[in-house]
């Protein structure tokens, strides 16, 4: 098996029909030019000898030109976050060469020099071309590694998580072929790196459905161009939609009758975004989806009807039925084990384990993390219901969740026991609207010290988003006997005194 | 006959059918397509679809044996229909699932 079999499928089945516009120029290409473009360009990936095909850029055409092209020839298609800095972008790119690298104008002129790299911007990549008119065809081996996506932990260095291509062809088979409309159009805006931006390759192409690719996200621009295009389908995280919302302020109804399905996921929902967005878009059925990059995205939905019946419940459990990720879709089995691996009833706490096909759980040079009987600890806590439905306590290693963005609280506390006036710091994920969690601390300090002084500290030495939004000064942190942060005890001090 | 291994992609003979293999059980097997064994290259014999496999076969659908544990998607369309040990396989029935991308 192949991913490159899908798009090889929906070329044969429906060649004409659009496969991929870009929002931004306008630019579209057919499922056969794609098919086209995949085959020279997987040739050009062949020749250049390199072991991955690295891609550090926005949405637009060559993304999936890269994606099946990689696929094609062999080598693991690897999408970076291209809002890095500079530093950890290197850092990656180490892990992964000699790369064939698609990326913007500035770093291809900084990468000039290297010769274990081979650089493309997006318009020398559609000019290249192979030495020899051959072409090889894909290999079916289903060990085949598809894509490696890295990941953040929450100690030092990214995971890379591999997906083989039996993972993403699993996982791809779970739609049904060539299953869309004429008419129907996949608005995507999760970046190329996030596993549901691969997802949303693969599901549409699998059913010749048209994806709108919207490189940046603004709340007005999503809705102009969601009307625009016809969009019937998209896939946003709570933030966005939480912007959305609020840019509709005001207005009985969003408008979109075209747009039958938004499916949300990659953080907590707040649940007035929720119950407000259903307002809004009274014709659009509503999915929430919990996934995981180790799982080949998706493995629990929360389906139309279950939102439908839980908005209009009186009844306490129904209602929360919202708050709930679901059930596990076909294939995939969920276990709830606690901290010595043995299996809780339903209603208790404790780490989602999941079991399927789609389930890689395997890191370069670190392995598989699946045990014997196939069962993945996801790090994530939570319990299931009496009926089976999944609800989500947070990340099981304290991973701050913000706008879908994976912080380690590891990362900022060093930065803030950096500072001269701190002592000490504890850094948790707090409830918010906007973000789902955002960054809040608590710092132990050896001098008075103000809080905008340690923002702004943070703000010098790492991205914003890690930026502390709430910083609250203790006497002593919490540890228990073995020395370890009580970080469960920090946490509530932000949710109880907001 | 021959044993069949998951993401195998094998053509007919006679016709332009090709399927890959999702799930197949162990030990041999005879897959046959309009009535000859399928193969990885297809065959340059020319043979003829044998008219009591002639339903053909649907591009995207997945066909399924009685007892459950062979799985094979069509990749390709053709004149031919699919079968094991002489006994026509069946479309597998679809779980429509909401649109989650």
Known sequence: MNIALFLEMAAEARGDRVAFKDALTGESISFAGLYKAAQAKSQVLHESGASHCALIDTSNLTIPVALFASGWAGIPYVPINYRLTSDEIDALIDRVKPAFVVTDAERREAWTDRSDLIVHERQSFREVHAKSEDVAHWSMDPEGVAVVLFTSGTTGAPKAAIMRHRHLVSYTLMMEFDSADEDEAALVTVPPYHIAGIAAILTSVYQCRRVVQLATFEPDNWLKVAREEGVTSTFVVPTMLSRIVDSLEGQRNADLPNLQAISYGGGKMPLNVIRRAMELFPDTEFTNAYGLTETSSTITLLGPEEHRTALASIDPTTQKRLTSVGLPVPGVEIAIRDDEGRNLPTNVHGEIFVRGEQVSGEYEGIGSRVDEDGWFPTRDAGYVDDDGYLFLDGRADDVIVRGGENLSPGEIEDVLREHECVHDAAVVGMPSQEWGEAVAAAVEVSREVSVEALQMWVREHMRSSRVPEKIQFWDELPYNETGKLLRRVVKAAFVDSP | ?101
Do not use: F, H, W
Request: net charge negative; charged share 25%.
């Open chain 2, 1 to 101: 006959m021959a044993s069949l291994a998951t993401g195998q992609r094998l053509k007919s003979a006679v016709c332009n059918t090709e399927i890959m293999v999702i799930s197949a059980p162990d030990g041999d097997l005879e897959l046959t397509c309009g009535g000859v064994p399928m193969g990885s290259d297809g065959s340059s014999e020319s043979g003829t679809v044998d008219p009591n496999y002639a339903n053909g076969t649907t591009i995207g659908k997945r066909y399924v044996n009685d007892d459950g544990d062979l799985e094979l998607l069509c990749v390709k369309p053709g004149d031919g229909s699919l079968a094991v040990n002489g006994t026509e396989l069946k479309i597998k029935e679809s779980k429509k699932l909401p649109k989650t991308d």
